[in-house]
């Protein structure tokens, strides 16, 4: 595990498994849980993504990056997708309980942002920063209002990963050289065309520690009478955020509601109201052949929920602010990480 100076790594043992953190070495344990932020990565990746935002954060902070089950440094378990991203939430939870934290501020990258609010719909939180979020109705297979095109989840969960790029993640692969290779992901969908980082290399590492099989990524699948042929599984990661699964929207009923940030980049390849990574727009674009058409499989406007959503949750009471970066992709803390800092501390000590 490459760790950049400033940056210390343990494993935590808690009551569910045994649980890999990062942390700065300057950091005190002393300091109080309004002042601490946990940093959650999302899929295909781990907490080294989040080093030099972790650098960057401002003394008098306590900053705390987890790797969840089956990523990093953390014990891989079986994941129960039946649950949505609870069995992700709950590593979480007992993680801070074996550090004897109390609520804390929460940051979630992608999945990572599904993790976090549903830990915020399980346990008190002092506020959630959400960058990139995935859809508080799941990644894929919902109209607009959220409700399913299919009672199967169809073309959504572990079926829909390409088997290649499962491959080349299990093999190891550093290169280069095919589209599906690990490091091509990273510059075709991570992060906005043309983005340079001296740290790639670390970014990939990052991504090669996923457990990779049906218990982990991608996940199992299972047959569906509708296009494209499969629906969403119980096992692994991508059926966790399958819509079948994965439901965050009652953060609108919260009784307390943490105020939330909402950061995104405007030319994110992953979540987007025209997603290239959502089997429905593939078929749409003719990538996948057989599609049935938009009044069967439109694709999922994710952006367009996740802002219904939250509309929603301010005028119940709740409070949010988004803050949108032109043209930077999936990876807004990699891409304009002095930014992201300055809202995220904004957020936590405002």
């Known amino acids: 595990m490459t760790l950049l100076a400033g940056i210390t790594s343990r494993v935590v043992p808690t009551v569910r498994l045994s649980v890999n953190i990062l942390e700065r070495a300057a950091d005190q ?9 946990v940093l959650v990565h999302g899929n295909v990746s781990s907490a080294l993504f989040w080093q030099e935002l972790m650098l960057a954060m ?51 990258w992608s999945m990572g942002g599904g993790v976090v ?19 508080p109705y799941g990644f894929g297979g919902t109209r607009a209002d959220g409700s399913l095109l299919t009672p199967d989840g169809a073309g959504t969960g572990g079926g829909g990963a390409n088997p290649d790029f499962v491959q080349r993640l299990a093999n190891g692969d550093t ?3 095919a589209p599906t290779s690990p490091r091509s992901v990273f510059r075709s969908s991570y992060v906005s065309p043309g983005f340079a980082s001296e740290h790639e290399d670390l970014w990939v ?3 090669l520690t996923t457990a990779t099989g049906p218990e982990n990524y991608p996940g199992d699948a299972v ?9 969403a599984g119980t096992r692994g990661v991508l059926n966790s955020l399958a819509p079948t699964n994965f439901a965050t929207a009652g953060l609108v009923d919260l009784e307390v509601k943490p105020p939330i940030l909402w950061i995104r980049g405007s030319a994110d390849a992953i979540v987007s109201d025209e997603s290239y990574f959502d089997l429905n727009m593939l078929g749409k674009a003719g990538v996948i052949p057989g599609w049935p058409g938009d009044d069967v499989a439109p694709p999922q406007p994710m ?38 800092v300055e809202a995220i501390v904004a957020h936590v000590t405002g």
């Open 29 to 37: 344990a002393s300091t109080p849980a309004d002042r601490t932020v």
């Open 58 to 108: 401002p003394e008098g902070l306590r900053v705390i990056a987890v790797d969840l089950r089956g990523f990093g440094g953390t014990q891989t378990l079986p994941l129960d997708a039946s649950r949505g991203c609870r069995d992700f939430s709950d590593d979480v939870h007992a993680t801070l309980e074996a550090l004897g934290l109390g609520a804390v501020h929460l940051v979630g």
């Open 117 to 135: 609010m549903q830990y915020a719909l399980d346990h008190p939180v002092l506020s959630l920063t959400l960058q990139a979020p995935v859809s």
């Open 175 to 177: 290169s280069d050289e």
């Open 205 to 207: 590492e990052s991504m």
């Open 223 to 231: 047959p569906s009478e509708s296009w494209p042929g499969f629906g």
């Open 303 to 340: 952006v367009t929920q996740t802002r219904a959503v939250l509309d929603a949750y301010a005028a119940a009471g709740g409070s949010y602010r988004e803050v949108v970066f032109e043209g930077v992709g999936h990876s807004p803390h990699l891409e304009r990480p002095a930014e992201v």
